[in-house]
């Protein structure tokens, strides 16, 4: 049986979908509301950021680790196995994971999100995606199997456009009970309509029905108008005429049922597209249709809740110095209220708990504190950068990838604990805000969640405010 008639048919409609995509944005009169920024998995080679690594095939996210062997990519966590994709080398000599790529603000402002390709079978099956989101308390990892068709595309991500995948819940449908003489469809004829991801309480999932009308209502209208169109139907000989006209019908079907459409709308598609059906086999087909649906299995999701134990696992305890000391160079000096004044900078700093903060809460606690008198607000980005010494450190750090990334500061600010990160008062905009990452000295700019991040606070004012 030839296969040209159905790649034809899969990738115009991949193509009408993208186009359809497009064409709600602008119908919408809005553009997305932040596009995503794609980073490939090799450029953490030899990253500086302590929450993402790659090195050969091994990729560990907070505190996650992917490897892949010779025919699996196994997610991992604390060493406990959380999720496994196929990864077949049919015909291919690299990982799979080689073309992983992490996505910032993804899908939402202040997430982050791994998305790994992987290929379970020969010849044109079978397309799988491993995606892992980094949320302020949690890890999602959901594996999407996407049959014969296509898998997420990184061009949808970049544009913060909705992810659809191809669906092999149609594959299910059971048409035997539609037409006795039906055989099902192979490979090449068998239904691939599109299914589109959403996240949603710190997990992905398909769409339920009804709940992206626009999108499938306008995904049925291109494919009812294809399969109506005289010009379109099928000329290969039976029994291919027949499965690829099935095939269109059951995308119809499910495009209408997603849509939220009623079963006497979706009856009347079903009536237009194959008009021969009485009324008792079009209820079948569509009572088929909805089962494939809810029995779907094509999609599973875990998600790691992360608390304070998450974190870390114990560690020495800093070396945090007597009350009244002063630094080795004598630039900082501890006072009687527990401040540090910074003779070089003209600063007085005080150090916030050594818990990881919002933004929000950090701009509170500055402006509420009263140790040492009034006047105290949080730094900006190069009061921060000024108090970084790469030769010495202070507190354990940030806690990723198997070691600790602790500030590199002077030991007097060994209260900064468990962080590596803090926050300055500096606002980009409404949604983001600037930390200094004192272990990599560098700016990081991040939601105001702190995106799981170990952000602490300081508060500053200038040294003739002291008492």
């Known amino acids: 049986m030839t296969t040209v008639p159905a790649n034809a048919l899969f990738w115009g409609r991949r193509m009408a979908c993208v186009g359809i995509l497009a064409l709600l944005f602008l119908a919408a009169g809005t553009s997305p509301s932040l596009a995503a920024t794609i980073h490939p998995i090799e450029g953490f080679k030899k990253s500086t950021d302590p929450s993402v690594a790659f090195a050969k095939n091994t990729i560990d996210f907070y505190g996650l680790r992917i490897k ?74 959901a594996v999407v199997h996407s049959g014969s068709g296509s898998g997420v595309s990184p061009e949808a991500v970049k544009a913060d456009a909705p ?47 009804g709940e992206n009308p626009a999108l499938y209502n306008a995904l049925l209208q291109k494919e009812l108008a294809a399969a109506t169109d005289p010009g379109n139907q ?34 009347d598609f079903l009536h237009r597209a194959l008009p021969g059906l009485d009324a008792e086999h079009r209820r079948n087909f569509i009572t088929n249709v909805k089962k494939a649906i809810a029995d779907c299995d094509a999609l599973t999701s875990k998600t790691i809740r992360l608390d304070a134990t998450d974190a870390a696992p114990a560690s020495p305890a800093s070396n945090v110095p007597p009350r009244d000391a002063a630094s080795a160079s004598g630039r900082f000096t501890r006072t009687p209220c527990g401040s540090i004044a910074d003779a070089a900078g003209k600063l007085e700093w005080f150090i916030g708990p050594d818990v990881d903060m919002t933004f929000d809460q950090a701009m509170d606690w500055a402006k509420a504190l009263a140790v040492c008198g009034q006047g105290w607000v949080l730094p900006t980005m190069a009061q921060l950068a000024s108090l970084r010494d790469p030769r010495l450190t202070a507190g354990t750090g940030f806690y990723a990838g198997g070691k600790h990334w602790p500030a590199r500061i002077d030991p007097l600010f060994s209260g900064i604990g468990g962080g590596s990160w803090v926050w300055s008062r500096e606002e980009p905009n409404a949604a983001t805000a600037k930390a200094y990452n004192f272990n990599q000295g560098t700016e990081t700019r991040t939601g105001k969640s702190g995106q799981g991040l170990a952000v602490r606070a300081f508060a500053v004012r200038g040294l003739a405010s002291a008492p």
């Open 163 to 209: 992810i659809v995948v191809s669906s092999v819940c149609a594959m299910q449908v059971e048409l035997r009970n539609v037409d006795k003489e039906a055989f099902g469809w192979c490979t090449a004829t068998a239904p691939r309509p599109d299914a589109c991801l959403v996240f949603d309480d710190d997990a992905w999932r398909f769409a339920k029905s």
């Open 68 to 141: 892949e062997t010779k025919e699996d990519v196994v997610v991992s966590y604390n060493g406990k196995k959380v999720a496994s994709s196929p990864a077949i080398k049919f015909m291919r000599k690299e990982l799979y994971i080689k073309d992983a790529y992490v996505a910032d603000d993804y899908p939402r402002q202040g997430m982050r999100t791994l998305f790994i390709p992987t290929f379970s079978g020969g010849a044109n099956c079978c397309v799988e995606d491993v995606i892992v989101t980094k949320t302020e308390k949690s890890l999602a990892v």
């Open 234 to 267: 099928p000329h290969y000989g039976e029994p291919l005429d027949k499965e690829v006209v099935y095939a269109n019908a059951v995308n119809i079907l499910f495009y209408s049922i997603m849509a939220g459409k009623s079963e006497a709308e979706s009856s």
